[in-house]
């Protein structure tokens, strides 16, 4: 190998770790929520043996009529939240990485409403 391409892969490798050690500083970048949401995240792990954790939801008005909750109805709600949940989480992640105290505590507040630990 001549100096040349021997100088040319140390420039091709300086540049590949550089990246390399970028995008991971990149990610280690902790938002103005990062921990707060890291504890609740953990919280809710912690919670999955606790039968009284779990996510739950205003009683709806069909249920105040004494209708009495189908297996399908129930499922579907139940999916329903879960998706309301995750999306919000989403939501409270998204707005922490882009540096919006305000916006993620608002959202990670809504998500905590949403979960009984």
């Known amino acids: 190998m001549t100096n040349f391409h021997v100088s040319k892969l140390r420039v091709a490798s300086a540049l590949i770790?550089?990246?390399f050690l970028g995008l991971n500083s990149t990610?280690?970048?902790?938002g103005p929520c990062t921990a707060a949401i890291a504890q609740f995240e953990k919280a809710i792990r912690e919670s999955a043996?606790?039968?009284?954790?779990?996510l739950t939801a205003q009683q709806s008005i069909a249920a105040q009529l004494d209708r009495q909750p189908t297996e399908a109805s129930t499922k579907r709600e139940e999916g329903r939240l879960k998706?309301?949940?995750?999306a919000t989480m989403a939501?409270?992640?998204r707005?922490?990485?882009k540096g919006d105290r305000t916006g993620c505590t608002a959202a990670l507040n809504e998500a905590k409403r949403m979960y009984i630990l």
């Open 83 to 86: 998706s309301k949940f995750a």
């Open 17 to 19: 770790v550089g990246a």
């Open 49 to 54: 043996g606790n039968p009284m954790a779990g």
């Open 27 to 30: 990610g280690a970048h902790a």
């Open 95 to 97: 707005l922490d990485a």
């Open 91 to 93: 939501r409270a992640k």
